[in-house]
């Protein structure tokens, strides 16, 4: 009996050994258990919640805060940006008549052509350059400068128009109003635009668009046209372009023409209802395509200088000056008379 419980005792020692842990096994736990929780870095806490599920969010009335964005450093990019209004596409060649030892006009008369002619080109080459213009002067100071030169300047520009300014002169202290000549059917729209406003702006008579050919209209390959502003030998034009207002009044309506060279059409009537504003602003505007008196078979004393033999230079340009002038009032000015019919003559380098 003492045998079998002491048999008994110890099976139940050799079970209680078994399940009761080793002390090294409760020294470790204890310390894992005690021991503080690490804190985890950055980059761990960002794989944790991109790792979390999310849960399905839910639509509120106030819309969530976003956050601040950041700015990148960029390289910006540079576009041009086309200037506003209408963008002229030619040049524009400015022909101030006469110049130098040529006076221009006629013998005895009081107001300069040359320099009446000289300053209406500077103030039309001010306008068009404020509006976007190239514009190139032929001669910008009291110089001469021979025809052929004056056209070759022309002919170097293949996209571009000729002007030429000048003003008229008579014996007969009558005559007046504001003239246009051209040559060529490629100048008739320039010559109508222009002729158009000038005459429609001006205070003096209109004498209309005539087709003539002086020698810079006719071996210019460019539009060309030829405005007389008016005759110096009036007393009331040539009190009128004695003020610089009229003159920038008429650089402003030669302006107007060349803007509006390309919207003249073929319409019926030819009145222009003048407006009282002193803007300098260039409207487009429908221009209609004015009537012209075809002078080409006329003798004409400005187209056969060359003809009348050799003279002293100084005895011709006096004559051929006065000549010049009174037969381009004759063969134009409807209060004149009669108009009579000449042979033709060959046309040599002269200048109106």
């Known amino acids: 009996m003492q045998k079998h419980f002491l048999s ?24 894992r258990l005690n021991a503080p929780t690490p804190t985890p870095t950055p980059r761990q806490q960002i794989q944790q919640i991109l790792q979390t599920p999310q849960a399905p969010q839910t639509r509120s009335s106030t819309p969530p805060r ?17 200037p506003q209004g ?11 008549g006469h110049g130098g030892h040529d006076r221009g006009g006629i013998a005895g008369q009081r107001v300069d052509e040359k320099t009446m ?20 002067m032929t001669r910008d100071s009291d110089v001469f400068i021979p025809l052929g030169t004056r056209v070759a300047i022309a002919n170097s520009y293949r996209d571009a128009i000729f002007v030429c300014v000048h003003f008229n002169a008579t014996p007969r202290r009558s005559a007046s109003g504001i003239e246009t000549y051209f040559y060529s059917s490629q100048s008739l729209p320039l010559a109508s635009a222009i002729h158009y406003y000038v005459a429609g702006g001006a ?44 003159r920038q009044k008429l650089a402003l309506e030669i302006a107007h023409g060349i803007q509006n060279r390309a919207s003249v059409s073929r319409i019926a009537g030819a009145t222009r209802i003048v407006s009282s504003s002193s803007s300098s602003a260039l409207e487009p505007e429908t221009v209609p395509l004015q ?18 033999g050799k003279r002293s230079s100084k005895h011709s340009s006096r004559s051929t000056s006065s000549k010049r002038k009174h037969s ?13 019919k000449k042979k033709k003559s060959a046309p040599a380098q002269t200048e109106d």
């Open 291 to 308: 009537p012209f008196i075809d002078q080409t078979h006329y003798r004409d004393p400005d187209l056969s200088r060359s003809k009348r």
């Open 328 to 340: 381009s009032d004759s063969d134009s000015d409807s209060d004149s008379g009669t108009k009579t």
């Open 66 to 82: 976003q956050a601040p964005q950041t700015r990148t450093a960029t390289i910006p990019t540079t576009k041009a940006v086309a």
């Open 203 to 246: 205070p003096s008579a209109n004498r209309g668009v005539r087709r003539r050919g002086f020698y810079v209209l006719r071996r210019t390959t460019i539009p060309s046209v030829l405005v007389e502003c008016g005759f110096l030998t009036n007393p009331a034009e040539a009190q009128y372009a004695l003020s610089s207002a009229y």
């Open 86 to 96: 209408p963008r002229p596409s030619t040049t524009v060649v400015i022909d101030a």
């Open 117 to 136: 002619n000289l300053d209406v080109a500077q103030r039309l080459k001010a306008v068009l350059q404020s509006s976007g213009y190239r514009v190139v």
């Open 8 to 31: 008994i005792s110890l099976v139940l020692l050799a079970i209680n050994a078994y399940s009761l842990p080793a002390p090294s096994t409760l020294n470790e736990r204890e310390k």
